[in-house]
């Protein structure tokens, strides 16, 4: 039996609030269908194996590194990279998510590299929580634990999470 591996599938997904159809060949990955189909380049690929956590969008809400899922696995879903954390004003601007901002004001970055990948995990982590509660160093570890920074030493990102963790606190009271 012959099996065509270029075989190609017509996916449609919502990204960031739109809807999005790209005809792949069925072993696209989804970073790859982001980057290169879709142009969202806020998405980066650092290790391409699974390992480093760069790549990591929500599907359906629930982080994912996207170097490892095909395209067609997210035929139907909702995605969500880090272009699509910064929400809407009320005056049509747009205002940086809480963890974006905490990322500025802590400078818990260098090169960027793996800031997307933090930026999305973190965000879903904190948004999955009880905001109203204080988050321990245990919960920072776990939320930045999936992740690798080969700038940061981690300092400046753990406070980031604190301090993004502190605006959501107070935004829910
Ligand atoms: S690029 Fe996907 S985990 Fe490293
Ligand atoms: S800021 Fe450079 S790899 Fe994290």
Known sequence: MTTSVDSERTVTVTVNG???EA??????VLSDLLREDLRLTGTHVGCAHGVCGSCTVLVDGVPVRSCLVLAVQVDGAEVTTVEGLARE??????????VQ????ECHALQ???CTPGFL???AAGLEARDATAEITEEEVDELVGGNLCRCTGYANIKKAVRHAAATMRDDAR
């Open 101 to 104: 901002e905490a990322f500025r």
């Open 111 to 113: 090169c960027g590299f």
């Open 120 to 122: 999305v995990t973190i």
């Open 23 to 28: 005809t792949v060949p069925v072993r696209r």
């Open 18 to 20: 739109v809807l999005r």
């Open 89 to 98: 004003d009320d005056r049509g601007g747009q205002v940086l998510h809480p």
